[in-house]
Nanobody, 121 residues
Framework: QVQLVDSGGGLVQPGGSLTLSCAAS????????MAWYRQVPGQQRELVAT???????NYGDSLEGRFTLLRDNAKNILYLRMKSLKPEDTGVYYC???????????????WGQGTQVTVSS
């Protein structure tokens, strides 16, 4: 059974940095395409970034350069490094596993429990 555990969220001032972690376990989880999504109450879940099996990454509009995905294959952990954070980056961030990457990315079957990121002074 695949399990994803998200962590690393918190309160940070505008311009600050945070690194989120997604620890994956279970059959096949080390080779999944994966993604991070975020959600603000009352809005749809938004795709933040994706990483393919081979390691290529893609980022949502205006996020590249501020957000970086890193995958530690030995530990089976996916990291989302975020810098120059803005209040509009506030939301619950969810790790997603077995993501279906393409011209339109669709979420896979596995989700972390989410971790809250709040950017506020």
């Amino acid at each position: 059974q695949v399990q994803l555990v998200d962590s690393g969220g918190g309160l940070v001032q505008p311009g600050g940095s945070l690194t989120l972690s997604c620890a994956a376990s279970g059959s096949g989880s080390s080779i999944f395409p994966m993604a991070w999504y975020r959600q603000v109450p009352g809005q749809q879940r938004e795709l933040v970034a994706t990483i393919a099996r081979a390691g290529s990454t893609n980022y949502g509009d205006s996020l590249e350069g501020r957000f970086t995905l890193l995958r530690d294959n030995a530990k089976n952990i996916l990291y989302l490094r975020m810098k120059s954070l803005k209040p509009e980056d506030t939301g619950v961030y969810y790790c997603n596993g077995a993501s279906r990457l393409g011209s339109t990315t669709l979420p896979g079957a596995y989700w972390g429990q989410g971790t809250q990121v709040t950017v506020s002074s």
